[in-house]
């Protein structure tokens, strides 16, 4: 079975601060997806990243960055030089194809960043 | 605007009432999903519909009663709901059969059951 932990439950950062939210996750699958999504006070999770089991290689886009290992089945994601804008709830995601040809999801419970003016 | 709208956004209702969630999406996707955000939960998958058929129904009380008439809608009809359904019940769709891809959520619709 699929599962997402999230175990930082918020954190408070002060602006300028780089923050590192921890994902880790546990599957059968060789191939799947990860996935991170933000989720704004206004409710609905925006996608930022895809990842597959098959590249590990880190990425950057801006200030946000990603780790994928493997061998620690961890995905985390870093933002450097946090903004007030980046106040969010983060979810880790995780992604198998299921029998029905859908895309089945599993989320992490989220981490509640707030950034600090 | 976000390519899946959802209405209403809030919802208050009482534990003997009958009303409906409604979501459209204007993606071109055929895969729509509903997922139910308590407190401090993981996004609970509720049901999913693949090209208009129900293909999951992750064992969700028959309280809630999905309806998918054609790829771009998706209802969700409640009744006789208790105060512990009180929750943000978002809706996504993505490109069918390929689970490599986003998903795309509205905005959700805040329910309370008083």
């Not at chain 1, 704004?40 to 780790?67: A, H, K, T």
């Amino acid at each position: 079975a699929q599962k997402v932990t999230q175990a930082q439950t918020e954190i408070s950062v002060v602006e300028k601060e780089d923050v590192t939210l921890d994902c880790v996750y546990e599957t059968r699958d060789t191939t799947y997806y990860l996935f991170w999504y933000k989720q704004p006070p206004s409710g609905e999770l925006v996608f930022l990243i895809r990842r597959n089991s098959f590249d590990e290689q880190n990425e950057i886009s801006g200030r946000y960055s990603w780790n994928f290992q493997k061998s620690t089945s961890s995905f985390n994601f870093t933002i450097t030089a946090s903004q007030v804008v980046d106040s969010a709830v983060y979810f880790c995601a995780l992604s198998e194809a299921a029998p029905g040809g859908y895309q089945k999801v599993t989320f992490g419970t989220g981490t509640k960043l707030q950034v600090i003016p | 605007e976000t390519g899946v709208t959802q209405t209403p956004r809030h919802l208050v209702m009482g534990m003997t009432n009958k009303k409906s969630l409604k979501c459209e999406q204007h993606l071109g996707h055929n895969a729509m999903y509903w997922y139910k955000q308590s407190a401090k939960k993981p996004l609970e998958l509720m049901f999913v519909y693949n090209f208009k058929e129900q293909t999951e129904n992750n064992s969700v009380p028959s309280r809630f009663s999905p309806e998918c008439p054609n790829s771009s809608h998706l209802f969700l009809h409640l009744h006789t709901l208790q105060p512990e359904d009180s929750a943000l019940y978002l809706c996504a769709s993505s490109q069918e059969r390929i689970y490599t891809g986003e998903l795309f959520f509205g905005e959700g619709s805040r329910l309370t059951v008083l």
